[in-house]
Structures are given as C-alpha cells and as structure tokens.
C-alpha cells in the first residue's frame, strides 16, 4: 500500500501548494541485506555494491525527507530498517517526517522505532505526522482519502511546509 500512500501524499501535496515533491521507492534498488563487516560511517571507500550506492546517493541528493512507512507485527518494517543500517553520513542535519500506515494502531507505533533509528543520523526530526489507519480500507479507487481522515490533508500540507522551513535553515 505504500505506493498508495505515498502518491495521496504527493497529490495532496500539489493540490494544495504547488509543489512537486519526489518519490524514491526503496523496493527498486532491490537491496542486498546487510550483512557489512564495515560500519558505514567508516568506509572509506564508496560501497562495492552499486545498488548501495544508488540508494545513498538518492538520499544524499534530497534536502529532505518524508518516510512512508508501514507497521509490521508492532514495529518497522524490516526491508526499511535494512535500508538505513547502509547509511552513513547521507542524512546528516536533513528535516525528517513521517506517513505512517497500517492497521487499527496507524503505524504509529512503527514510527516511534523509526525517529528512535533516525536519531542515529543527525536528522531534523518533524513532530507532525500522518497516520493513516485501517490503510487497506482508506482511499477509494481514484486514490483520494475516504472520508475519517479529514485532517490528514491539512497535516500533509503542514508537514510539508514545516520542512520547506528548515531546508531553508540548513
Ligand atoms: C505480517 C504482517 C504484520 C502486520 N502487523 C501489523 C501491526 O502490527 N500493526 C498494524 O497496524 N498493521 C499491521 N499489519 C498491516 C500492515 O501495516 C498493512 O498490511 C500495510 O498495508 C503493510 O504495508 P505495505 O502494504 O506497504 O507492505 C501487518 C501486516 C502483515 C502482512
């Protein structure tokens, strides 16, 4: 669902602001699971791996970040934490937020491990979120947000705004 969510967000996004935000989709750089013996922070060379370096690279090229996540089994999901134990320096003093989705609990809980996991990277932790429960049953067939999340919106556009402000601070 996270395709989903993440092009409500998006759409939201533009609507309501005009600005046209990204999408990285960790599942197409198809990541190897880590099983490094360097500490990402202290490789001096890039990573020997070419979809390692493609996935840093689209993170170090982005002034900020808005994670889509889901909750698994009360927690993160694994192939989300997987891609951030590559990373080392990318997401250094880059505003964060997150658009949680899951169940009855709304990712919620998968997003306080993931700010636990953020903290390890220097980051500009957004206080905002959306979370958007019972995903399965959310958005109709044109992708727009059934009725019983009408404040996801206007937190999407604050959520975005909030970041734009410390891209320009940093
Ligand atoms: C194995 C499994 C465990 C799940 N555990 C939870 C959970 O603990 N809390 C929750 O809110 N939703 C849970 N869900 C529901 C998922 O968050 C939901 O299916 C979501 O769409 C998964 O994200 P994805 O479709 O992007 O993979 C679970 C789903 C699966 C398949």
């Not at 360097?38 to 970040?65: F, K, M």
Request: aromatic letters at 8%; hydrophobic letters at 40%.
């Amino acid at each position: 669902m996270g395709e989903h969510v993440a092009q409500w967000f998006v759409r939201t996004v533009r609507q309501h602001t005009g600005r046209e935000l990204s999408v990285i989709d960790l599942r197409t750089f198809d990541l190897p699971m880590f099983t490094d013996a360097i500490v990402p922070s202290t490789r001096t060379e890039p990573h020997p791996d070419h979809r390692v370096r493609q996935w840093l690279s689209s993170l170090n090229d982005s002034d900020g970040l808005i994670f889509v996540n889901p909750e698994y089994n009360y927690g993160l999901a694994s192939g989300l934490k997987n891609g951030l134990d590559y990373v080392a320096h990318e997401l250094d003093n880059k505003p964060v937020g997150i658009v949680s989705y899951g169940g009855t609990a709304a990712g919620i809980r998968s997003s306080l491990m993931l700010r636990e996991t953020l903290k390890a990277f220097n980051v500009h932790d957004i206080g905002t979120q959306v979370a958007i429960p019972r995903v399965w049953e959310a958005f109709d067939e044109n992708g727009r947000l059934l009725s019983g999340n009408d404040q996801a919106e206007e937190l999407a556009v604050k959520m975005v705004e909030e970041l734009e402000k410390l891209v320009e601070c940093t």
